[in-house]
């Protein structure tokens, strides 16, 4: 029998190459976090999350992290949530907030919309203190995976560092600032007199 030629596998997806502006951002080409496009979706369920997702939303702008922030629901208003989601990474952004209450499904249906990175942050609720936001955001299926952080303002604030962490893997100047904000956080406590 005669023997296979040792012929040179290719991969196709090895092979090409996309061209260096392919995306709106890559880890060689990314957009500065203060240019006027939007990276970050900071995205609630209701007016009345506002007052606790104002702290995601001020901790990104202390980060320079151009951002944009919205009201969809996903009862409420399912197709535009799902619309949001599946036009968001051909729009530039590169990480996505979903913040609800109650029986909260927004983060899960954003991430079922995107393979952007989704942060889900839980309100807290009248009937159950946020127990109920925080279980029906974190407990996704395998396969459609959501970040979720603290209950109320300590996850707002959370998810913005998050989106800032990730977005500094290919910005050095986001970097720098993250390094700072942890060290002025240690000596602020470091310097605390009772
Ligand atoms: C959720 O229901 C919202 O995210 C909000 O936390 C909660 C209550 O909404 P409202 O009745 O105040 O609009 O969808």
Do not use: Y
Request: proline share 6%.
């Amino acid at each position: 029998m005669a023997a296979k030629k040792p012929g040179k596998k290719r991969n196709q997806s090895q092979t090409k190459r996309l061209p260096a502006n392919a995306g709106a951002a890559s880890p060689r080409h990314p957009v500065p976090a203060s240019s006027s496009f939007p990276l970050v979706g900071v995205i609630m369920g209701s007016q009345s999350d506002w007052e606790t997702m104002r702290h995601a939303d001020e901790t990104l702008t202390q980060f320079g992290v151009n951002h944009v922030c919205r009201v969809i629901s996903a009862h409420r208003s399912p197709s535009l949530a799902s619309e949001f989601a599946s036009t968001a990474e051909a729009k530039g952004f590169e990480v996505i907030i979903g913040a609800a209450g109650g029986a909260a499904h927004l983060a899960g249906v954003l991430a079922a919309h995107t393979t952007l990175p989704v942060l889900g942050v839980p309100m807290k609720s009248d009937a159950l203190n946020g127990l109920d936001s925080l279980l029906s955001t974190v407990q996704m299926p395998g396969g459609i995976p959501v970040g979720t952080f603290a209950i109320g303002k300590a996850g707002a604030v959370n998810a913005a560092l998050f989106a800032v962490a990730i977005l500094a893997n290919s910005r050095s100047e986001l970097r720098e600032k993250l390094h700072k904000f942890r060290e002025a956080q240690e000596a602020k406590i470091r310097s605390t007199v009772l």
